[in-house]
């Protein structure tokens, strides 16, 4: 085979973006031009989400972040906003009857303050115009009247009574302690010495006379009670009819001008009620506290009047947007406020809070599913809201029985959109455990990472860029810099004819490729300040990278980069430690022997293998007996080993390298150093494509550059994997030059015969392989190792029957005479 066959055209290692694709010299001569780039179908989504009118049609934004989900979702929700009507204020106002059940009530946007407003000036006008009324001369001459006249009845009671008890010989006199009543004597009050000279019949009838005028004296305290009674009721309703009066125009006002709402007329009726019933709160006359205690003043008795305007939409234009950075309960519901007092916390109406979900009633909730799941009561209460349509403002411990009690505010009815941001394995979760979620959110808007890498689609870079700039105040790019930053996205997203859509690393590389550009004193940036924010930011994070590099120059992780060694062969890996991920060779070797194990896998053994691994040194079983063991049993012990690894190893992608790294051991082939290969197999030995090409290829190379470059390394890679390539210029380069190579696989027959310089040799007719080839090789020894193994499996038979035989004999011999 020639090998130059298999190489990867240089033209295929990278994807490279011509600057002159662009028709401009630089971004500023672009014109602002605001676009969603390769998110059809989630702008689709989303649209179709917010116009359907239909329970349940919320809103899931799936996507990884930096995608730009969230900004998009807003600048669609937004657009759409505008034409939606400017939803209701909402209020709660005192329940006179019932105060621990506060009534809600809503009103035309704007209306909720003028209502709020209106209400404290009347009742500041009630406050300063009650006392002045009840000062007034004509109220005080009203009350005295009816004083007098309640005066000058008690006075004419009391002279009849006088009259009668003077005609049973009493006199009767008031004074500060009550009535006294003396007896009199001859038309003379009684002296106590007088009193013992009577005769007996004289003082029997001075006490029945007595006991009369006592009932005379009842009777007229309870005449004069009923007076003072009487007289009280007059002037309370003397008191009401003045009161009344005096804010009765300002109430006729409010009714007629919020009357289209029937509970404010009722509302502000049972405000008069309550008023004419408390007028000593308005005219002061409450006994005074001998210190001041907080909630216990006018301020806190005049709180029943006011208005708690919980939403408010008089600067609201269309629909509300509203997002919720901090979904915790209260933010989403609303919440009840409390204020110490005497060592106890007190509420009313006036602390009750608004949560995110009343004030987007109407219109549009942004919230992350993350943060809402992270959040205790959240989502319990976001699905309850979104099923019953209304919000319920209470207190969590109420909400599940373990509250001290206190008010409860009358629900509101809610209809508004949910717009849920998150990840794909987040809505799977959520769709397939939680039975309500696929009922409450119907629509699902699944942002793309990668689009087309059409002429359009750069042009919409460059006009993304140019944005950005403007935004940002950063330095104009040129066409150079406009097509780095192409080849960047087409590496992110790893494939030659797409471009990433995560913006968010995009608009970091911008930001910095302006900052290095005008660290470098340019007016412009440039494709070499694009390179330089790439290699800085690659500086930043590959630490760790470096470190292992030094390990292999140093021969402390052992791999060999040329030569030819038998079992030994160049396996790849990539690690990923968060912000970074490399490319690193690893050693993978084998030993074979006869036995009838098959293949044992040290990492699987070790307990150091993922599933997925584990799976594929499966498939190399079942590739060997199918390749193998068509005309005898596979009697073939080998071991598999990453050596130098000491941490999970997970994928299939060294499969390819496990599975040859058996067949050169088998063999007896040596197989060259120089090469390095990745690729998963199948059981038909076809190379499947792997992740990761282009750090593992980078990764081998970066080993190979530091011990020196011999011009006959390279990398072997799926065939498959070839439209992924997007190699870092170094790498180009050194291709360009012949001192590195990157080479391409369909089958594990291609990558033998490239591993090895032998024909891999087809099956004949026959079931046997050409003489000399690989697979020939292969087969001569399996065949040798099973007959071996058959022999001495014969040979141990015989040796057992044998032990047998004499063990018989001498049972025989030891038994006793019969």
């Not at 194990?597 to 293998?609: F, N, S, T």
């Not at 006959?712 to 799926?718: A, C, S, T």
């Not at 090895?756 to 026959?766: K, M, S």
């Not at 087969?779 to 018989?808: H, Q, V």
Request: charged share 30%; glycine share 8%; proline share 4%.
């Amino acid at each position: 085979m020639n090998i130059e066959e298999r190489e990867v055209a240089l033209s295929e290692l990278r994807h490279v973006c011509d600057p002159a694709e662009f028709p401009f010299q630089t971004t500023s001569e672009l014109s602002p031009k605001e676009e969603v780039i390769g998110q059809a179908r989630a702008v689709k989504s989303i649209e179709f989400g917010l116009s359907i009118r239909n329970h349940g049609y919320n809103i899931f934004v799936s996507g990884v972040p930096g995608t730009g989900r969230n900004s998009i979702a807003k600048s669609i929700i937004k657009r759409i906003s505008r034409d939606l009507p400017v939803p209701d204020d909402w209020c709660y106002i005192n329940n006179f009857k019932d105060p621990d059940r506060p009534r809600a009530i809503k009103l035309l946007p704007g209306k909720g303050g003028a209502f709020r407003r209106d209400v404290e000036k009347f009742i500041e006008f009630m406050q300063n115009e009650i006392p002045k009324v009840f000062e007034s001369k004509e109220y005080e001459e009203q009350k005295s009247r009816v004083v007098e006249e309640a005066e000058k009845a008690k006075e004419i009671l009391f002279d009849d009574a006088g009259k009668r008890a003077h005609e049973l010989g009493f006199q009767l006199t008031i004074t500060r302690t009550g009535i006294v009543k003396v007896p009199l004597w001859k038309g003379k009050p009684l002296q106590p010495q007088e009193l013992d000279s009577l005769s007996a019949e004289q003082k029997r009838e001075l006490e029945e006379h007595e006991k009369k005028v006592d009932s005379e004296i009842r009777d007229f305290l309870a005449k004069a009670r009923q007076l003072d009674k009487e007289t009280h009721e007059k002037v309370h309703e003397l008191n009401r009819r003045v009161a009344h009066f005096s804010m009765g125009h300002q109430l006729d006002d409010l009714r007629e001008k919020y009357g289209a709402n029937p509970r404010i007329p009722e509302f502000l009726g049972e405000v008069e009620e309550d008023i004419l019933g408390n007028l000593r709160e308005f005219l002061g006359q409450t006994p005074e506290m001998p210190f001041p205690i907080e909630g216990m003043d006018k301020g806190s008795f005049l709180e029943r009047y006011k208005v708690n305007l919980i939403v408010d939409n008089s600067e609201t234009k269309g629909g509300p947007v509203i997002e919720e950075i901090n979904p915790t309960y209260n933010n989403l519901v609303g919440r009840i406020e409390r204020k110490a007092r005497f060592g106890a916390f007190y509420t009313n109406f006036t602390m009750i809070r608004s949560g995110a979900l009343l004030q987007a009633n109407g219109g549009y909730l942004l919230v992350n599913a993350l943060d809402v799941l992270r959040n205790p009561f959240s989502w319990d209460a976001l699905k309850r809201i979104i099923k019953k349509n209304e919000v319920k403002i209470e207190d969590v411990a109420d909400l599940y029985g373990f509250g001290a009690g206190g008010i409860k505010p009358e629900p509101i009815p809610v209809a508004l959109k949910i717009i849920m941001l998150g990840s794909p394995w987040l809505y799977y979760l959520l769709y397939n455990y939680d039975e309500d979620f696929k009922d409450i959110f119907k629509v699902k808007s699944d942002f793309d990472t990668q689009t087309t890498s059409s002429t359009d689609d750069k042009m919409r870079y460059a006009h993304f860029i140019a944005n950005m700039v403007k935004s940002d105040g950063l330095l104009p790019f040129g066409r150079s810099a406009v097509a780095g930053i192409v080849e960047h996205a087409s590496r992110l997203v790893e494939k030659k004819n797409k471009l990433s859509l995560r913006f968010s690393d995009l608009s970091d590389l911008v930001r910095e490729s302006s900052y290095w550009a005008s660290q470098a004193g340019r007016t412009s940036v440039l494709g070499e300040h694009v390179d330089k924010a790439l290699n800085e930011k690659l500086y930043r994070a590959n630490l760790i990278d470096e470190r292992i590099q030094e390990m292999f120059a140093e021969g402390t992780l052992m791999v060999d980069v040329t030569g030819s060694v038998v079992a030994q062969v160049n396996g790849l890996s990539v690690y990923d430690i968060g912000d970074f991920y490399f490319g690193k060779p690893s050693r993978i070797t084998s030993r074979v022997y006869l036995g009838k194990a098959g293949v044992v896998d040290i990492e699987r053994e070790a307990k150091l293998a993922g599933r997925i691994y584990n799976k594929a040194v499966l498939i190399l079983s079942g590739y060997l007996g199918g390749t193998y063991a068509q005309d005898k049993p596979l009697s073939v012990s080998a071991t598999l080993a990453f050596e130098q690894n000491y941490g999970e190893v997970e994928g299939d992608s060294a499969s390819a390298a496990e599975l040859i790294a058996l067949i050169s051991g088998i063999a007896e082939v040596p197989i060259k150093q120089n090469f390095a290969i990745t690729g998963s197999i199948n059981q038909k030995g076809e190379i499947q494509p792997i992740g990761g090409a282009n750090e593992k290829i980078e990764g081998f190379f970066g080993v190979c550059r530091n011990r020196g470059l011999t011009g006959d390394q390279g990398v072997i890679i799926p065939q498959s994997n070839v439209k992924n390539l997007m190699l870092k210029k170094e790498v180009v380069e050194a291709v360009k030059e012949g001192k590195f190579h990157v080479y391409s696989v369909k089958t594990v027959n291609e990558a033998l015969e490239l591993l090895t310089g032998l024909p891999a040799g087809e099956r004949r007719e026959d079931g046997t392989y050409p003489e000399g080839s690989i697979n020939f090789l292969v087969d001569r020894r399996l065949k040798d190792m099973s007959k071996k193994l058959s022999a001495s499996e014969k040979s141990e038979e015989k040796k057992e029957k044998k032990e047998d035989g004499n063990s018989g004999e001498a049972e025989k011999a030891a038994a006793p005479a019969r």
